[in-house]
């Protein structure tokens, strides 16, 4: 996992898929960078996850709420089409910002 | 019901097993030709129905995690994810979206994702003896 900070903006660059058995270690990877950046925005990128169930919904609502609290936005950005269908069911675009893949 | 094929696995609940067994059914549903988006759907439900057998159902022990699947008539494949854990005491609370007992790092959304993604969902469950999740999806024809 790719992860590329410039001052204000972190980039998470998510791969692979996004299940039960795969959200806990990327949680901590993602906490993990957070907690050392402290990002007033962070950005998942999505273009390399190939699968997501309702564990990667958790995940994203996770990460917002911890945001939250330190008043920084989340973008979720290059969204492919399957991964895009299921955060649009959870209503994650009324939490952050999302941008669909090409 | 005409069934015109069937496979059935178990496997224990470890979450490894997780993608194990979307992809399984996923190479079972390949022969109804359906669409990219119809098999991520499938796969999506899969996942969301043996991840609860891991999660809730055998909550602090391995159990035993029963699939099967049937291709029946009009290109309907049929699903059946069983297990013997601990049962739900009010299934159709379990099924509100957003409800969950699992904490904060879970959406409470596996059933509504379960029934926007596939054509029909039955869950039938006893506290104590286990659940039973039974979903079809007509794979459309081209
Ligand atoms: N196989 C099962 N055995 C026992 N309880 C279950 C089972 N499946 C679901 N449940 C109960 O139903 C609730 C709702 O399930 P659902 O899949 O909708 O949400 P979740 O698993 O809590 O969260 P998410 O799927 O979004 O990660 C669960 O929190 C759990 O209490
Ligand atoms: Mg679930």
Redesign the pocket.
Known sequence: MKINSTGEVLTVYLEGEID?HSAKSIREEIDTAVEFNMPSLLILDFSGVTFM???G??LVMGRFKTLQKSGAKLNLSNLPPNIYKVMKLAGIDRLANIDKGA | MKQINKFSMSIPSKSANEAFARVTVAAFAAQLDPTLEEISDIKTAVS??V???I????PDSIGTIYITGEIIEDNVVKLK?R?R????EN?K?????L????GT??????????QSFMDYVR?S?KKGK??S?ILKKKISDK
């Open positions: 039960h169930d309702s564990s919904i958790g | 969301e129905a991840t609860n057998c999660v809730h159902a055998y994810i297990d854990g601990c049962g739900i299934v609370q379990a099924m509100e979206p409800f969950t007992t699992g790092e879970r959406a409470g959304l596996g059933f509504a994702v379960m869950v469950s286990g659940t999740v």
